[in-house]
């Protein structure tokens, strides 16, 4: 039987853990005191006297002890709250000794301080809840209101020519204003992911808004007292005044904002000559489209908060529960009945309006976006968790073991016919090799993935809510490792049988296209657009690399410089596919010209441009935020890469011409962008190195049990960023290929950067744990404003 404690550790919300009841503290103080009676109890033993044994008898089987009244062991008093924003404070009183009385005393004192906080907090949170339904309902009968006239409008101008070629809209007088609505920048980042959520229900509507509707705006936030930002238009419907904001998230609606800034500009210089019918501003359906998604996807994280603050409340109650019957049991006192009452009747047990807007929301959910279907609706209000299938582990370990047995094969051919020796086999090397280092290091990178999302689960990281995953969709750790072992077993297998056929005597011309039809399989399979092998995964792998290409142009989520951060610890297999797709390309294989791309013009300027890209990227999502967000630490960030690029520019150079001063200037530019990098990665993203922390170097919130794991990452890590001394020192392994030291090497920056995920992720989940953010804050379309505005 699972213990209490683990079960309520297991089910607990993650980032409010610090505020539910400290269960294992309060464990140790009923700890304390049974130690303490355990050791009077033989002392009492011995001065038990016998008429005392059958008076204790006589009580357990006879009426005697029913007439003596049991005394009341405690006490609780209620303090009134000073303010509505507070809550009743409770405080208990031990009228009765204890074998331990101080141990006692320390137990309801840290119970009484336990009980406060969830009352607070509790409060706290569904106040918030409840504000932000309120304004959700607003947003829902405004919505009401304008999709109804949007009908009556139609069925009032009836169907013609016209309306079969522009969308049917309705117009409302501009109140033109130049102030403009702030945003928080993290009230914007679940909105991509829940429109991905509702893609299906809305294939017939156009996901990218046209570039000249006025309303859109573009939001930036304010830094040091300055908001970036495009002015808004207010419109009036239902006297209302209205002003709509649609969050500038993708390429269509950066241009379509700034189209409206210019466009703008035009209007309010002409408005005043031209009348008011100039200030028209139409609402189509598309515009409408775009703000039902908004309140719908603000609907399922309100719904996902008051879910949480459901099981929130049920586990506090259940734990005051479990500990006062232990204490009880180590007491042999009645003080369940007494506190349970008191637990029973504060505000976090005795409050239902949280329990009423759930119900609530999701009959509105049910009516206005499932079309009455509420097993419809259930799908995105509590979607269920995919079921592990136990085929998935059984095909895991025997593509795991093919793996091994094909790879060893591999190794013994290649060994036999030297291939990987100093004097080895050029043309084998130069064409073959670079696929097998391809698969061997993304692979390698999407194991450790798994590998982290493992220990993720079991350290209670909620990488799903940071990355905004769908629960539904998102890959296990087995699924990773499924994917892993099932694709290196197709490509062993496959560059076996091209060195078998080559041992056989085939030529180079028979068998050279087995390794291009290999990655070109891979791409086939990445790009397929058949719900087979994990479609929608490789479709949101496809749209993150999208966004990291255009990354000026896409606001920037966590999961976007995530996965750039990726990229740039794989610049050599960057440079890989580049080579291998020239040489595939231009039809060099015919010949095994493998020279041709390597030395032409284009292929070296290429090169250059593929080892600064990844860099470049990330350089331009720092940007990107800082123009968002106003925070200079973006700026800071965008200096590090601005480094890396310099150093990795320097690198190039010293390869093309290795002379004494490219050599001291690749030193000089690799050491700063090193240490540059070191300070960030221990600081700024793994958030250690804290001076006056608890734990010595380190911080004071650790996820892992064991520090030493912390300071072996830390030295792990210095010695895994100083891998470019390979560079200067030219050190190979002896009679071993230098292709074979540079895959070494490029897997070593894999296995870095596997570490790095994992307390990159831990930082932001503590982040998230201090601010007690569980649930995205989706932004609003509709915002009333006064007339004054």
Known sequence: MVKFSKQFEGQLVPEWKEAFVDYWHLKKAVKKIHIFNNQNTNSKKQKTSFSNLIISSLRKHTFLDNKQREPRVIQVHRKLAASASKTDMYETELLEQVADTDAAVDFFACLDLQLNKVNQFYRTKEKEFLERGESLLKQMEILTELKAALKQHQRAKGPSSQDLKEEESISGTISCDEESIKYAATTETGLENMAREFEKDDMKSSESPKSGELERSMRMKQGDGKLKSVSNCMINCQGKNLRICIPVTNPARTFSAISYLLWDDLVNQSSKKCGPERNKLHINKKKLHHAEKMIRGAFVELYKGLGYLKTYRNLNMLAFVKILKKFDKVTNKQVLPIYLRVVESSFFNSSDKALKLADEVEELFVKHFAEEDKRKAMKYLRPTQRRES??????????????????????????????????????????????????????????????????????????????????????????????CTSSMITVVGVLFVHLSLMAKGYSYAQVQAIPGLLLLAFI??????????????????????????????????????????????????????????????????????????????????????????????????????WFDEGHKSHLLNLGKYVSAMLAAGAKMAYEKEKTVGWLCLVVIMSSAATVYQLYWDFVKDWGLLQFNSKNPWLRDELVLRHKFIYYFSLGLNLVLRLAWLQTVFHYNFEKVDYRVTMLFLAALEVVRRGQWNFYRLENEHLNNAGKFRAVKIVPLPFHEVDDQD
């Open 390 to 483: 136990h085929a998935v582990t059984f095909f895991i370990g025997l593509f795991a073991g093919g793996f091994i047995a094909l790879f060893v094969g591999y190794v013994i051919m290649a060994h036999i016919t030297g291939m990987y020796r100093s004097k080895s086999d050029t043309v084998y090397m130069e064409t073959v090799y670079p696929v097998l280092s391809i698969f061997s290091t993304l692979f390698l990178h999407l194991f450790l993935y798994g590998c982290n999302i493992f220990v993720w689960r079991k350290t209670r990281i909620n990488y799903s809510f940071i990355f905004e995953l769908c629960p539904t969709k998102e890959l296990k750790y087995r699924d990773v490792f499924l994917i």
């Open 524 to 625: 086939i399979v990445l790009i397929c657009p058949f719900n087979v092998i994990y479609k929608s995964s490789r479709y949101r792998l496809l749209s993150v690399i999208r966004n990291i290409v255009l990354s000026p142009l896409y606001k920037v989520l966590m999961l976007d410089f995530f996965m750039a951060d990726q990229l740039c610890s794989q610049v050599p297999t960057l440079r890989n596919i580049e080579y291998i797709a020239c040489y595939y390309i231009t039809g060099s294989y015919k010949t095994q010209d493998y020279n041709y791309c390597t030395s032409t013009t284009y292929y070296k300027d290429l090169a250059y441009a593929v080892s600064f890209l990844p860099y470049y990227w990330r350089a331009l999502q720092c940007a990107r935020r």
